[in-house]
């Protein structure tokens, strides 16, 4: 018989030895407490002379600490170290002197003839038809400028239908595409799908989905629609250290619209463009409201040159006016886009003697044609030589808002690398329409490109043979057309002609 004591005695030296064995195995598959950064990224930080990140290490909890390391250790370092020297020592160099824009170089309004624009028309709307040419939208940036948290494209400039900016940019695809099946199209229409590809940010990627989702892709089909994201930077101080925007965390920014190369790149859609049968591109940025989305004739235009990348223009207003101009930097060298900044008084001011127009007359409005070709090109270019833009902005940062530096690249950087750049003159009140700044601002607001657009489709309707009625002065009103119905101002006569609408009102099918 066995003794119970001696039983009781091995039972719990057996118990003791499993809750050992227990522990040990706990001890040995858990990770350690992580009392200080890995030493071989503070060795890796201090290569670069960043390693100030870990500064408040010992007052962080377990949780901040692995935010930190997960931010740090997240980022490409030799890139960032990079493209923060390069940029610094690009600041500090002279640039080279700037030149008007050869004449010849701009085909204006007043040039085209009416056999020109049908020709381009056509041959625009082919290609469209043949599915070569891409759309891709700049749609980083949040409208907090306009008062809103969401993304810009979602906001409503108090159109009578209630539209947002990116349901008029959608409807606007589908109309080209219909045209492009009825024009081109022998026999039986085919269905004519342009992919639009719409570049977000981290901080409007998930809304700007949703915003598409719920609106049921504005008739679009889901996959003609590809989202991605453009890239971010840390912020720097003057002499190029992070600045940290808490304690456990870098201050970042995006990289400019002009990281849409790289994010074309990285995201592997640009290979996306070539499997679809993708030769062209059309560029352009959210806040138009009166953005020709793929225009056949733009495009007609640019195959016609043979260039390598092309860009609307609008004249500048007046001689002051806070807008990028259109330059040839250096004696013979390529087309880019100075800030109005660039350009002193007298220089703004000067008038080319013979055609009586501003010298630096042609502004940039972020309207761009591209080939597939140019773009690759230009993905591994910018990226190589690593010159960014330093923009002076405040920060926030762990003691508040605080002065530095967001590395940025443009879109037009783009034409230093170009063999050729064709550039289109398109009117102001038929294209131009931004919305940047909140009502009530002296420019660029809500009202004032709600105006411009009202005021060009009055003149549609007029033409088409409509009449309008009105309780508030013409200058104040007017009415909408729904870009299902016309994309610019063509096919309404059998909607408004001997018909009277009264404004302010939506035409639509």
């Known amino acids: 018989m066995r003794d119970p004591s001696v039983e009781r005695e091995n039972g719990a030296s057996d118990s003791t030895a499993a809750t050992t064995t227990t522990t040990t195995t706990a001890e040995i598959t858990s990770p350690p407490p992580m009392n200080s950064p890995r030493q071989a990224l503070i060795e890796r930080l201090k290569d670069y002379g960043q390693e100030d990140v870990f500064a408040l290490w010992d007052e962080l ?10 931010d740090i250790e997240s980022l490409d370092l030799p890139r960032i170290d990079r493209i923060i020297r390069c940029s610094l020592h690009s600041r500090g160099l002279p640039a080279a002197a700037i030149e008007p824009v050869p004449e010849n170089w701009v085909s204006t309004v007043d040039g085209r003839t009416m056999e020109d624009r049908e020709k381009w028309w056509k ?11 891409g759309v891709v939208l700049l749609s980083g940036g949040q409208g907090t400028r306009l008062g809103i948290s969401d993304p810009k494209g979602c906001f409503n400039i108090g159109l009578p239908s209630g539209k947002s900016l ?5 409807e606007r695809i589908l109309c080209i595409q219909r045209l492009a099946a009825q024009v081109v199209g022998e026999g039986p229409t085919r269905p004519v799908t342009i992919h639009w590809y719409i570049m977000t940010s981290p901080f409007t990627d998930e809304a700007t989905r949703k915003y598409f989702s719920s609106h049921k892709y504005f008739g679009l089909e889901p996959d003609q629609i590809s989202f991605f994201q453009q890239g971010t930077l840390p912020c720097i101080s003057k002499d190029g250290k992070f600045i940290m925007e808490t304690p456990f965390s870098l201050a970042k920014a995006p990289d400019g619209n002009g990281g849409v190369y790289g994010a074309l790149k990285s995201s592997r859609l640009l290979e996306d463009m070539a499997s679809r049968g993708i030769k062209y591109v059309d560029c352009y940025g959210v806040d138009n409201v009166m953005v ?3 225009d056949p004739t733009f495009l007609g235009y640019f195959i016609d040159k043979g260039a390598a990348s092309a860009a609307k223009v609008v004249r500048k207003a007046y001689p002051q006016e806070q807008v990028g101009v259109f330059v040839r930097r250096g004696k013979g060298g390529p087309l880019t886009v100075v800030e109005y900044s660039e350009l002193d008084q007298s220089m703004a001011s000067a008038i080319n003697q013979r055609t009586g127009r501003l010298q630096y007359c042609w502004s940039n409005v972020c309207l761009h044609m591209f080939t597939l070709d140019f773009i690759n090109q230009v993905a591994t270019g910018l990226e190589k030589d690593s010159v960014y833009h330093l923009a002076e902005k405040k920060i926030p940062s762990m003691n508040g808002y605080t002065m530095g530096l967001k590395l940025e690249q443009f879109i037009f950087d783009s ?8 550039l289109f003159e398109v009117l102001r009140e038929e294209e131009f329409a931004p919305v940047k700044n909140v009502n009530g601002s002296n420019f660029d607001t809500p009202e004032s490109a709600r105006l411009s657009v009202l005021r060009l489709h009055t003149r549609w309707v007029i033409a088409a043979g409509g009449f309008l009625t009105h309780s508030v002065p013409l200058y104040a009103t007017g009415v909408e ?15 408004c002609r001997g018909r009277t609408f009264h404004a302010p009102c939506e035409i639509s099918l």
């Open 166 to 170: 990116f349901q008029i940019q959608a």
């Open 415 to 422: 034409f230093l690398y170009a063999p050729s750049t064709a």
């Open 123 to 133: 041959m625009g709307l082919k290609t469209i038809y043949e599915g070569k040419l």
């Open 292 to 294: 020709r989305v793929a």
């Open 61 to 70: 909890s377990p949780d901040e600490r692995e935010f930190l390391v997960r």
């Open 481 to 495: 057309v729904s870009p299902l119905c016309s994309y610019a101002g063509e096919n309404l006569e059998a909607i």
